[in-house]
């Protein structure tokens, strides 16, 4: 939300009086001063009128979690067991999922409050590339590594998936990396070739990989510098 509007949705300032407060550089946003009313704040953002706390900032939280096959990537299921009921935390209902994965599907998930910096993890406009572990029914060939690198053509979004890079490992298991997080993505590139996917393990988000002292079900905080490595450029219009 802009810093104008913010400051009118408060009962004791009108529109008027909002613009000659930040005229006259009163307001402070996360310790800076801001003048520009389109000046863009969070949720987390803490914002002081000469120096009194309008908004103190919730604390923004971010994990990462090793997920074991048989949960679902939501935050509420009637049936099965969800990632957030790994999660022993309070007020876990303000907490979201940035990029999901399938039931069966292990690995590296990251939950966060903060949608910002999720949405800037998980659009594809990002290309953050994502690292799979993949074992399959049926031999893996050279030829899925071309086509990988081409692009594969999805009828259903009327589509081609962005160049993705895939390492042979054994005869039916592979690497691959992909920089978009489509539809049961993997499983489809996989499906071209009619080829079942029996395994799939999420080793990497961008920078992360999931810490190889996290069992199946456990998850830790990101550190400060993990938090970082993922920070989208600051909304300053
Ligand atoms: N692609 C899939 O097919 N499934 C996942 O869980 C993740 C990527």
């Known amino acids: 939300m802009r810093v104008d509007r913010f400051l009118s949705n408060l009962p004791q300032f009108n529109r008027q009086q909002v613009r000659l407060l930040l005229i006259e550089k009163r307001i402070q946003v996360d310790g800076q001063v801001i003048a ?14 000469d120096g009194q706390v309008l908004q103190a900032g919730k604390p923004a939280r971010y994990f990462m979690l090793h997920k074991p096959p048989g949960c679902v990537s939501a935050t509420r299921d009637p049936q099965h067991p969800t990632v957030l009921d790994l999660l022993d935390e309070p007020d876990k209902d303000e907490l979201h999922i940035a990029g999901r ?12 409050n903060d949608g ?13 590339p994502k690292v799979y572990y993949v ?13 990988f690198a081409e692009g594969v053509y999805f009828a259903f979004e009327d589509l081609t998936t962005q160049p993705a890079e895939l390492q042979l ?29 029996v395994r799939l393990h999420r080793e990497s988000i961008g920078p992360l ?19 970082q490595q993922f920070q989208p450029p600051r909304l300053c219009l």
């Open 101 to 112: 994965l399938d039931f069966n599907t292990s690995g590296l998930m990251l939950i966060t």
């Open 116 to 128: 910002h910096w999720s949405r800037h993890v998980t659009q594809p406009q990002t290309k953050m």
């Open 209 to 227: 990989l999931l810490d190889s002292q996290l069992a199946p079900g456990e998850y830790r905080p990101l550190s400060e510098q993990e938090i």
């Open 135 to 147: 074992e399959t029914e049926q031999a893996i060939t050279a030829d899925y590594v071309s086509k």
């Open 169 to 197: 490992l054994g005869p039916c298991c592979a690497r691959l990396s992909i920089v978009e997080g489509r539809y049961h993505q993997v499983k489809r590139m996989f499906g071209h070739f009619n080829n079942k996917v």
């Open 36 to 49: 520009d009313p389109r000046h863009e704040i969070r949720a987390f953002s803490r914002i002081e009128l």
